[in-house]
């Protein structure tokens, strides 16, 4: 009986450590800004999910591309329907890992780097990029800004509007991890 006990207390404190390993975000923020002498364009979405496993260092980040919002409607439009062609790649999504240590159990702001994939347009490219994450009162706060080439993903761009358009976008990403329950 008395180890069984002990093996039950085992069990239950185990589970406890595995739940606090995985992080997840329901509500990230994901943004990203093109600026031209032309135009700028700025597309928000706060609609994306994550989750990291904080043991591995493994992450993934989701976001529909419908969810991203943008001052002109006609701008909403042309991205859904011309260039991102949401209904045939409806998700963009980065997995990757994050390099550099982060302990949880102290508070404090750890640089680290962030390798994985990004898919875009039905097209995966490999990045690397830094990120700020702070660790404090049991959450993980993670951001971080990096350039996208578009061409890369495969998005053409009309040479009507063309010159509307940055060759590269600046892309910002904001999440506040739980740890899961």
Partial sequence: MKNTCLFMLFILLSCSVNAQQILICNNAKASFFSSTVMEDIEGKSAAGGSVIDTKSGNIIFKVKNT?????????????????????KYPVSEFKGTIKGPVNMDVDGTYKVSIEGNLNIHGISK????????????????????FKV????HG????TLVFKNIAEYVEVRIQATYLPKK
Wanted: charge should be negative; proline fraction near 2%; hydrophobic fraction near 40%.
């Fill in 126 to 145: 490999a990045y690397k990029t830094q990120a700020d994450l702070v660790v404090g009162k049991g959450m993980l706060n993670a951001n971080a800004v």
């Fill in 155 to 158: 998005i053409e761009i009309p």
């Fill in 149 to 152: 080439k578009i061409a890369d």
């Fill in 67 to 87: 969810s991203f919002q943008f001052k002109k409607k006609l701008m909403q439009e042309h991205f859904n329907e011309n260039y991102m062609e949401s209904d």
